[in-house]
């Protein structure tokens, strides 16, 4: 079983910055590529970054390109999602996402497996 468990998340005006940690643990094989993914009321969850760290690879949503740094922990397993230049539109909760497989897939939910409860950021202007 693999446990994911975010963290960080809070409040901020439009334009300031929030970190969010993740860390996954537990006796499942996880592979290196994590992911965070976000939903906001009355919308589909949506991928916002994912990072391979084998081959250091990121990827973004071209909504958070240029505002949004994910990056690998020290601790094996772990991931953090720097977000500067916050707007009210950021706002959703976030999820941290990991899996037992590395697919080209790091946009679509269904390729994970595992997922933290979630965290929530709130934007305003």
């Known amino acids: 079983q693999v446990q994911v468990v975010e963290s960080g998340g809070g409040s901020a005006q439009a334009g300031g910055s929030l970190r969010l940690s993740c860390a996954a643990s537990?006796?499942?094989?996880?592979?290196?590529?994590m992911s965070w993914f976000r939903q906001a009321p009355g919308k589909e969850r949506e991928a916002v970054a994912a990072?391979?760290?084998?081959?250091?690879?990121?990827f973004y949503a071209g909504s958070v390109t240029g505002r949004f740094t994910i990056s690998q922990g020290s601790a094996k397993n772990t991931v953090y999602l720097q977000m500067n230049s916050l707007k009210p539109e950021d706002t959703a909760m976030y999820y941290c996402?990991?899996?037992?497989?590395?697919?080209?897939?790091?946009?679509?939910?269904?390729?994970?497996?595992?997922w933290g409860q979630g965290t929530q950021v709130t934007v305003s202007s």
């Open positions: 537990g006796s499942g094989y996880i592979r290196n590529c």
């Open positions: 990072i391979y760290s084998a081959g250091g690879s990121t």
């Open positions: 996402a990991a899996r037992s497989w590395c697919s080209s897939k790091w946009y679509s939910a269904q390729e994970y497996n595992y």
